[in-house]
């Protein structure tokens, strides 16, 4: 395995483990809260290059269930590649990088999400945002996760 591809893989460990999500859903002003998130996020390995993430959340009433694989790192694009499938059949394939500050940006078709982990590693913030042109971008969630 290229050593490039190693390296960036390992910083997949900041994520790995089940983390409690709450949070909210916003409005198009992007500030007052239209619903809430409540759930899980877990991440585990899948061998040296690869993390599986499971989504269990609902979303008011709705209980919103998800698989992402999260790799492997992608030299040429300076990314790690993702793959996601939902409850309902959706599929979605997305990009996700991460700064040297630690921060987490997952970029797919209309939607983005920066995740943030605090020093300690037990807590994180995440930020969604997601835009109709992909020019004009408007807040959608603002999440808080504790790491179990």
Do not use: C
Request: aromatic share 8%.
């Amino acid at each position: 395995m290229d050593a490039e591809v190693r390296a960036e893989s390992s910083r997949l460990e900041a994520l790995i483990g089940t983390w409690r999500t709450r949070g909210d859903v916003l409005d198009d002003d992007g500030e007052t809260p239209v619903g809430t998130v409540d759930g899980y996020d877990h991440y585990e390995w899948l061998g040296p290059v690869f993390v599986v993430h499971r989504i269990d959340v609902q979303m008011d009433d709705v209980r919103v269930q998800g698989l992402e694989v999260i790799g492997p790192y992608q030299p040429d694009l300076g990314a790690f590649a993702t793959r996601a499938y939902d409850n309902e059949g959706g599929e979605q394939t997305a990009t996700a990088t991460v700064d040297d500050d630690g921060v987490w940006t997952f970029r797919a078709d209309g939607a983005k999400a920066t995740l943030t982990i605090a020093e300690d590693g037990r807590s994180a913030s995440a930020r969604w945002v997601r835009s109709d042109d992909g020019e004009t971008w408007r807040p959608w969630m603002r999440l808080r996760l504790n790491r179990e």
